[in-house]
């Protein structure tokens, strides 16, 4: 396969792996939490959660999909919903979030993070379009290009993991009213903007690399150039 082809190839890979990471940075899926259901014929309270709100959802459980000892749910159902945003980066607020004290430094850390990973990316885009417009291409900006989305699916590895950290440690706290918990689509978004990002950043890095010599006494100097066309 021709060399251009492949670097088109991996551009097409990159874009579905940035529209991946936007859609989950934007939505509001990450975790879905649900506390216990005591009775049939109940309203119970589910939950589901981003970067930067928190959704709350009252559920009527009816006797026909009541089980004892299950979760509310699922959230599917229909229900009144109602959202708020965490209020990331206001100093001095002890919020309550979830019926106790909220581990705010992780969604945070988490929210930061993720807000590096779309800076990196829209730099690895201007790269990307510098390289591809002008008279004369600028093949030698597909290598930060390819840095720069490679960070972008670190940065989106970071928040991922911050996240899971965050949702596990409000699971296991002494003080949470929740059983039962899931990682959403937004989550799975993410998960898919991650490996897009980083592999296929890594393979248009490889790509932008100047042709390797083809004799072991030809030294990389005198390799022919190798443009891609």
Known sequence: MHKRTKIRIAIFILMVGMACMFTAVVTDYWAVLSPRVEAANTTC?????????????????????FQEGKACGPISLPGE??????GHFTPGKDAEIFEYKTQKEYNISAAAISIFSLGFMILGSLALLCSCTGAKKRDYLLKPAGMFFAFAGLCAFI???????????MIESEETIWMEYHYGWS????????????????ALLILSMPQMPRNPWETCMDAEPDQAE
């Open 45 to 65: 309270e589910a939950a589901h959660f981003g970067l930067w709100r928190l959704c709350k959802k009252h559920v009527y459980i009816s006797q026909d999909i």
């Open 81 to 86: 919903e109602n959202c708020t945003y965490f």
């Open 159 to 169: 928040s991922l993991e911050v996240m899971r950290q965050s949702v596990k440690r």
């Open 187 to 202: 989550f799975a978004c993410a998960c898919s903007g991650f490996v897009l990002l980083f592999l296929t950043g890594f």
